[in-house]
């Protein structure tokens, strides 16, 4: 299994994911590769998820010789993927590849960084933008945003989603590398949510980046810096 339990949050520790990660770490991978990476890792994610937590059945099939048992996974029409505008825009690229069905919803949310982080850790948030599909019990949700720092902006996030919605039979956030605090600020915030990243990193700077972190997903994949 190559998920694992790490209490506050999953981590997924498939060998190609810990080798992509470690690729768009690296300051010297440009935007190209950078942006394929996390594609790519996007991708590694979602097979992981489909094998981790979803169900499969027997069917019975008919191949060119013969009639026999195969095996298919459930719930693929149920699947609910929430891009966290814009970081989040090639990781989901990925994760259409494992879930090319999936409803997709966006929401266009930001930290005030001239504001700052307060003492308790945390950004004031703007959102911009939200477009959801109808989330129905049986559904798997993934809300995917590549950065989980201060978990201030997926708290927010998680509030929209949930928001007069039934609540999903999975609910999973999805994230590349994330910070303790805001494992568990998120873990606290919506008790309901699965957290799984590919890395816990070790602390957040004062400016609440993480470190060691891969800088900014977003300047780093769109080339804005």
Do not use: W
């Amino acid at each position: 299994m190559t998920i694992e339990d790490r209490d506050d949050a999953y981590l997924i520790t498939h060998a190609l994911a810990k080798d992509t990660l470690s690729k768009i770490r690296d300051a010297d991978t440009e935007q190209v590769a950078f942006r394929k990476g996390l594609v790519k890792l996007g991708r590694i994610c979602g097979y992981e998820i489909i094998d981790g937590a979803m169900e499969t059945e027997y069917v019975s099939i008919e191949t060119p010789m013969a009639e026999t048992t195969g095996e298919r996974v459930k719930g693929l029409d149920d699947v609910v993927i929430i891009n966290v505008l814009r970081a989040a825009t090639p990781f989901v690229e990925g994760l259409l590849k494992a879930f090319p069905r999936a409803k997709q919803g966006v929401i266009s949310a930001g930290r005030d960084e001239e504001a700052g982080m307060n003492d308790d850790g945390e950004f004031p948030i703007t959102v911009d933008y939200v477009k959801l599909p109808e989330i129905r019990e049986q559904d798997t949700v993934i809300v995917a945003d590549p950065m989980l720092a201060t978990g201030s902006t997926m708290s927010a996030v998680l509030e929209y989603v949930l928001e007069g919605q039934a609540t999903p039979e999975n609910l999973f956030v999805l994230s590349a590398v994330s910070a303790p605090a805001g494992l568990l600020r998120v873990a606290d915030a919506v008790p309901e949510a699965d957290l799984l990243t590919v890395a816990i990193d070790d602390h957040l700077d004062e400016n609440g980046f993480i470190v060691p972190g891969l800088g900014d997903a977003g300047d780093r994949a769109f080339r804005t810096t």
